[in-house]
């Protein structure tokens, strides 16, 4: 072993204590920023996740049906032409598309429901679904309804609610409003092809306002097949579900209330929510890795000046300058590695252990989708590739501060 990385280690074994300091400082430094880094984009994209489940397709069209009231309390719509959809809605470039019926008012005994009424194909290949919410890919939902022509798929909460299993008979009744205080009724008997936690556009909860609270609503889930819903039962709006982009073109408001998925995701993205959020953790890691640099240049320039004496006593030794230097670089390398790898093994333990506390702050809202922790090599790359940068810089000044040590009474001291 070379002398001067004898020396160092001979150094870095007694003074133990001493650099006790600076290795939990840089190890909770490089611990904080890669944690922060990681909770900032995981808040991000699980907000990203919940808005896509929420939204359901990436543009769902509702039209504004124009209808008159008949003399036998009928309502009877003005049917938009479907096939000319992508010639009507220019803005959008659309690749498929299909009809999803919403019932207006549902309900199955005496509690209301959200019925809806699908092509299950076309559904399935448009329609966005995470995975992890279901007990199992929800194109198996899809495959049991579609093989039962009047099936229907319900949520878990009312089959727990009901005592519902699957191959039971409901029946579910759906209420149109014809005019004010006039109301016509649909029922459709159904047997349940299959019980799903979530599915596509499917909120659970959503707080209202009721009595001038904020409260916590529980909605309730209903699915059927569309060929049953419509055959021999009046025409009703339906939403349109498009595997769409836009094209740059205007986007039209006046004849229809869309959801348009890119849209709200760069809402989203600019919301001053997010903005502050990102803002908060960009700061975090940043202050951090400034203690991490301060602290770090303070504790070396102080060990090196507290240790003139002893350079002097290697110099009259007959120790070279570049030597000297050497022993600080391999003492500084050795003590700056170790705080790195024990600071990336803490924040990825970190990561696991405490990033579900710190969304529940920032993701308050009950979601059926499941917390997904977000960790990129990247962030870990961008910490470790500033603290080589400030291991560099506090290198070239500490050698700065070497070559202007009085070295020469200490040579004389320890020639003495």
């Not at 959809?85 to 598309?97: A, H, K, M, T």
């Not at 909120?203 to 904020?214: M, P, Q, S």
Request: proline share 2%; net charge negative.
């Amino acid at each position: 072993m070379k002398l001067a990385s004898y020396v160092s280690f001979t150094e870095i074994l007694r003074g133990r204590q001493k650099n006790t300091f600076i290795f939990v400082f840089m190890t909770l430094t490089i611990a904080l920023s890669i944690f922060h880094a990681s909770v900032a984009r995981t808040i991000d994209s699980n907000k990203q996740t919940r808005l896509i489940y929420n939204t359901g397709a990436d543009v769902i069209i509702r039209e504004s049906w124009p209808y008159h009231v008949t003399r036998s309390q009928e309502k009877l719509y003005t049917v938009p032409d479907y096939e000319a959809v992508p010639e009507r809605f220019s803005e959008f470039d659309i690749q498929q598309r299909t009809k999803v019926l919403k019932m207006e008012t549902a309900m199955i005994g005496h509690d209301e429901v959200e019925l809806s009424a699908i092509h299950t194909k076309e559904f399935g290949q448009i329609a966005h679904m995470p995975d992890g919410i279901n007990k199992e890919h929800w194109y198996n939902s899809l495959n049991r309804l579609a093989d039962m022509y009047k099936g229907v798929i319900i949520s878990t909460n009312l089959a727990e609610a009901k005592g519902y299993k699957v191959g039971d008979f409901i029946d579910v009744t759906v209420i149109d409003t014809i005019d004010q205080g006039v109301t016509s009724e649909d029922t459709y008997k159904l047997c349940i092809a299959d019980i799903v936690d979530g599915w596509p556009g499917y909120e659970r909860y959503t707080y209202e306002y009721i009595d001038d609270k904020l409260q916590m609503v529980e909605h309730n889930l209903a699915v059927m097949n569309y060929s049953y819903a419509v055959q021999g039962h009046p025409v009703r709006p339906y939403e349109i579900w498009c595997n769409a982009k836009l094209n740059g073109n205007p986007v039209s408001k006046t004849h229809f209330n869309n959801r348009i998925l890119e849209k709200l995701s760069l809402e989203l993205n600019n919301s001053s929510e997010i903005k502050i959020t990102n803002s908060i953790f960009t700061l975090e890691v940043i202050g951090a890795l400034i203690l991490c640099a301060v602290g770090f240049l303070i504790y070396w320039i102080t060990s090196v000046q507290n240790r003139e004496t002893l350079f002097g006593i290697y110099r009259a030794m007959g120790i070279s300058a570049a030597e000297t230097n050497r022993m600080i670089w391999i003492e500084e390398l050795f003590l700056t590695l170790v705080s790195i790898l024990v600071g990336v093994l803490s924040g990825l333990i970190s990561i696991r252990l405490f990033t579900p506390l710190f969304t529940a702050l920032y993701l308050p809202e009950n979601s059926l989708v499941k917390l997904d922790i977000s960790m990129n090599k990247m962030d870990i790359f961008i910490v470790l590739g500033v603290v080589g940068l400030i291991f560099v810089v506090c290198s070239i000044i500490l050698s700065n501060v070497m070559r202007k040590l009085k070295i020469s009474d200490a040579v004389k001291l320890g020639e003495d």
